[in-house]
C-alpha cells in the first residue's frame, strides 16, 4: 500500500487546523464563524453603510443633485398625507340629500382641493419614479460589481434608501386612510354627471379625465408608491438589455444584507447615533426585499435566493412588535412569490 495519499492528507488537515486556530485566536469565535462563511455571502455585506452622514464625491454629484431635489418634497408629502381628512361627512350629506343644491355643492367645494392634493401626491409619484431609474443607472453600471458601487458611492446608496423609506412610509399611511379614495370616487361621479347635464366643473382643468384614469389606478392599488418603484425597476431592467438582469437584483440583494447585517452586529449597530435609523434600515431592508421579490424572475423566497429571507424576519421579528407589524404585513401581502410552491414551510410559517 502506498503510504503518500494519507501523508499527504494527514499534513493537509494540520495546515487547515493551524489556520483554524489562528484565526480562532485573532479573530474571536463570532468573526470565525463570520470569515470561513464570508464566501458564501460573497463579501456582500461586510461593510458599513453611514446612512447617517454619507456626502456625495465629485463623480455622485451630479446624479445627487437631481434625486435630492425630489428627496427635499418628500417630507412634506408625507405630512400632507398624515394630515389628510377628506370629506366624508359633506359627502354622505350630498348623497342622503341629492336634491339639496346647497349641500350639492358645500361637497363639491370640499372634495376640490383634496383632489388638487392627491394629484400632487400622483405627480410626485412620478418624480420618485425618474429619480429612483437615474439612481439605478448609476448603482448598476459597469465595471464596478452592485457591492463595489454601494460601498465606493454611499451617498445614492443614502438617497436609494430614503426613496425605499419614504415609499413604506407613505403606502402605510394611504392603507390605513379610505377617506383617499371615497373622495376621489366621488369626485369622478360627480364630474361624469356634471358633464351629462353640461354644468360647467371648476376643477376639471386641474384634473382632465386621462390624469383622473391614471390617478384612479394609482389609488387603486393597496401599495401605490411600491406599485410605482416596483414598476420601474422592472422598466429599467428591460430597457437596458445590455446589462444583465443580476447587476439590479445584486443591487437589491446587497442592499438587503448589509441592512440586515448593520441591523444583527452590535459593533455596526453601535454606531448609529440617532435611534430613528433602525426603523430606517427595517423599511430599506424590507422595501429592496419586495423590490427584488418583483423583480426578480424566481422572487426573494426560493432557495436560489441571493437574500437571507429567514436572517431579515428574524432581523424583524427581534425588534417590539408594534414597530414592525406593518414591515411584516408589508412582506406577508405585497410580494408576488411568498406562496409560491418553492418557498420553504418555515419561512411561510414564520410569516404566519
Given at each position: 500500500m502506498n503510504p503518500r495519499p494519507l501523508l499527504k492528507t494527514f499534513f493537509f488537515l494540520l495546515e487547515l487546523n493551524d489556520v483554524a486556530i489562528f484565526i480562532f485566536r485573532f479573530a474571536g469565535m463570532g468573526n470565525l464563524i463570520k470569515?470561513?462563511?464570508?464566501?458564501?455571502?460573497?463579501?456582500?455585506?461586510?461593510?458599513?453603510?453611514?446612512?447617517?452622514?454619507?456626502?456625495?464625491?465629485?463623480?455622485?454629484?451630479?446624479?445627487?443633485?437631481?434625486?435630492?431635489?425630489?428627496?427635499?418634497?418628500?417630507?412634506?408629502?408625507?405630512?400632507?398625507?398624515?394630515?389628510?381628512?377628506?370629506a366624508g361627512h359633506e359627502i354622505r350629506e350630498a348623497i342622503q340629500h341629492p336634491s339639496d343644491e346647497k349641500l350639492q355643492e358645500k361637497a363639491w367645494g370640499a372634495v376640490i382641493p383634496l383632489v388638487g392634493k392627491l394629484k400632487k401626491f400622483y405627480e410626485f409619484s412620478q418624480r420618485l419614479e425618474a429619480a429612483l431609474r437615474g439612481l439605478l443607472g448609476a448603482l448598476t453600471s459597469t465595471p464596478y460589481s452592485p457591492t463595489q458601487h454601494l460601498e465606493r458611492e454611499q451617498a445614492l446608496a443614502k438617497q436609494f434608501a430614503e426613496i425605499l423609506h419614504f415609499t413604506l412610509r407613505f403606502d402605510e399611511l394611504k392603507m390605513t386612510n379610505p377617506a383617499i379614495q371615497n373622495d376621489f370616487s366621488y369626485y369622478r361621479r360627480t364630474l361624469s354627471r356634471m358633464r351629462i347635464n353640461n354644468v360647467p366643473a371648476e376643477g376639471?382643468?386641474?384634473?382632465?379625465?386621462?390624469?383622473?384614469?391614471?390617478?384612479?389606478?394609482?389609488?387603486?392599488?393597496?401599495?401605490?408608491?411600491?406599485?410605482?418603484?416596483?414598476?420601474?425597476?422592472?422598466?429599467?431592467?428591460?430597457?437596458?438589455k445590455n446589462l444583465p438582469i443580476e447587476n439590479t437584483t445584486d443591487c437589491l440583494s446587497t442592499m438587503?444584507?448589509?441592512?440586515?447585517?448593520?441591523?444583527?452586529?452590535?459593533e455596526y449597530r453601535s454606531r448609529f447615533t440617532n435611534e430613528e435609523t433602525v426603523s430606517f434600515c427595517l423599511r430599506v431592508m424590507v422595501g429592496v426585499i419586495i423590490l427584488y421579490d418583483h423583480v426578480h424572475p424566481v422572487g426573494a423566497f426560493a432557495k436560489t435566493s441571493k437574500i437571507d429571507m429567514k436572517g431579515c424576519i428574524k432581523v424583524l421579528k427581534d425588534q417590539p412588535p408594534n414597530s414592525v407589524e406593518g414591515l411584516l404585513n408589508a412582506l406577508r401581502y405585497t410580494t408576488k412569490h411568498l406562496n409560491d410552491e418553492t418557498t420553504s414551510k418555515q419561512i411561510k410559517s414564520m410569516l404566519q
Open positions: 470569515v470561513l462563511t464570508r464566501d458564501i455571502d460573497h463579501n456582500a455585506a461586510h461593510f458599513f453603510l453611514d446612512f447617517e452622514n454619507a456626502q456625495p464625491t465629485e463623480s455622485e454629484k451630479e446624479i445627487y443633485n437631481q434625486v435630492n431635489v425630489v428627496l427635499k418634497d418628500a417630507e412634506g408629502i408625507l405630512e400632507d398625507l398624515q394630515s389628510y381628512r377628506g376639471e382643468n386641474e384634473v382632465n379625465n386621462e390624469l383622473a384614469n391614471r390617478m384612479s389606478l394609482f389609488y387603486a392599488e393597496a401599495t401605490p408608491m411600491l406599485k410605482t418603484l416596483s414598476d420601474a425597476t422592472t422598466k429599467f431592467v428591460s430597457e437596458n438587503a444584507s448589509v441592512c440586515r447585517v448593520m441591523l444583527e452586529t452590535p
